[in-house]
């Protein structure tokens, strides 16, 4: 069973932020460096599966929590089922497409518990758009369609000290 | 079995939106002006169920998609097991915040379609902030919570013609 526990639970705009990043650092390997022990272990023979990202940027392929309703939203189910009748190449968007609405999920969940003068600073906004738009790199789905780099030239309100380095995003 | 199909599926900015808008709607209302109906719906003695808001702003309860992968993401599963261990405001609050989590996860699910030019026009990026807040509502979340109006003052970057009137928002 998975470990996607809230017992790890960021209360912080800035905390919410790690943790999203985390998450993201962790499926972003499974779905492109370590994609042939992702495949491998996602075998249709096995029950319904997902693909978790952690806090500790580790990432797993397992069932899903047991206790419904769970602690926190969880990521796509069945992954596996859908692999050896697509495309690889397709089965991996869809995924991605999938985990990356997940990982949004996720912070958003935790954000739910901000009050609202929390949630709607300026450093509040400027951390969703990075959220969203995965830091002026691609998002996980563009990484696996694509090697385009996302232009966010056009979102003026993201200071410059809040973008991270395309060295740092490189896994 | 629920219908969360794409079948129906946006594929600009301004059809997720009124995608997004229209399920909002609906979930808003199963969890304000027909609670009572709602709550009775999510008997324990149920299979696992889950609270679906539609495009066409409808409400739902019913049992999870039977097909894994599922076409869109899944509302939170289970709902109904949790409502007799917790005080109903409780357990109101914690389906709305999985239901908010979930709106968005649809969102941005249909977003992964854009290209990325349309996921980073400033009107792409005044949508987001539109669906993150709920267009100067309160978020579901809020809704069951609090009265409190949420305040978007900060956010200058909002054109008053995407505001809607607080009228709108009274279900």
């Given at each position: 069973m998975a470990?996607?526990s809230?017992?790890?639970?960021p209360r912080?705009?800035e905390e919410?932020?790690?943790?999203f ?7 972003l390997?499974?779905?492109t ?5 992702f ?5 249709p ?12 940027e580790s990432w797993?392929?397992?069932v ?5 309703p ?9 992954i596996n ?18 985990t990356?609405s997940?990982?949004l ?7 739910a ?8 600073t ?5 951390i969703?758009?990075k959220?969203i ?5 691609e ?5 696996v369609?694509?090697t385009?780099?996302m232009?966010l030239?056009d979102?003026?309100?993201?200071p410059t ?9 490189t896994?």
């Amino acid at each position: 069973m998975a470990s996607n526990s809230s017992s790890h639970s960021p209360r912080t705009v800035e905390e919410i932020f790690k943790d999203f990043s985390a998450r993201h650092a962790a499926v972003l390997r499974a779905l492109t460096g370590d994609v042939e022990e992702f495949y491998s272990q996602c075998d249709p023979e096995r029950d319904n599966l997902c693909l978790y990202g952690h806090p500790n940027e580790s990432w797993e392929v397992s069932v899903p929590a047991e206790e419904v309703p769970p602690e926190l939203p969880e990521p796509v189910l069945g992954i596996n089922f859908a692999r050896d009748g697509m495309e690889r190449r397709d089965w991996l968007s869809l995924v991605a497409m999938h985990t990356d609405s997940w990982l949004l999920s996720v912070a958003f969940y935790f954000g739910a518990r901000l009050n609202r003068n929390e949630r709607t600073t300026k450093e509040t906004i400027v951390i969703i758009l990075k959220i969203i738009h995965n830091e002026g790199r691609e998002d996980i789905a563009h990484e696996v369609l694509t090697t385009d780099q996302m232009n966010l030239e056009d979102i003026k309100d993201i200071p410059t000290e809040w973008r991270i380095s395309k060295s740092r995003a490189t896994l």
